[in-house]
C-alpha cells in the first residue's frame, strides 16, 4: 500500500528532515568543537560524545546504525587527538 503526497505534504516532510538534519549537525559540530577546545579530560568528552548520541537517537531513531558509522570514529579520533592523556587505548597498537 503506498501512500501518495501531495506537493504540499512532500515540501512539508522534506522541510522536516532538513530541520532535524540541521539540528543534528549543530549538536555534532558543538561537541566536537568542545571536544577540540582542549579542555575536557577523557572521561568529559566521552559522555559528551554518549550525550550526543543519545539526543541523536530522539531526532533521527531509524538512523542510529549510520550515525554510528559516521561519527562513532569521529568522536574517538577527536578525543585521542585533542585530549591530553587520551592517547591509543592499550592493545590498540
Do not use: N, W
Amino acid at each position: 500500500m503506498s501512500h501518495d503526497f501531495d506537493d504540499t505534504e512532500m515540501a512539508s516532510l522534506l522541510q522536516e528532515e532538513e530541520a532535524k538534519l540541521a539540528q543534528l549537525r549543530e549538536l555534532v559540530d558543538s561537541a566536537c568543537e568542545e571536544i577540540m577546545g582542549g579542555r575536557l579530560d577523557r572521561q568529559e568528552a566521552t559522555v559528551l560524545a554518549q550525550r550526543v548520541r543519545r539526543q541523536a537517537q530522539e531526532i533521527i531513531p531509524d538512523l542510529m546504525d549510520t550515525f554510528d558509522l559516521i561519527y562513532k570514529s569521529r568522536f574517538e579520533r577527536l578525543i585521542s587527538q585533542y585530549i591530553a592523556g587520551a592517547g591509543p587505548r592499550e592493545g590498540s597498537a
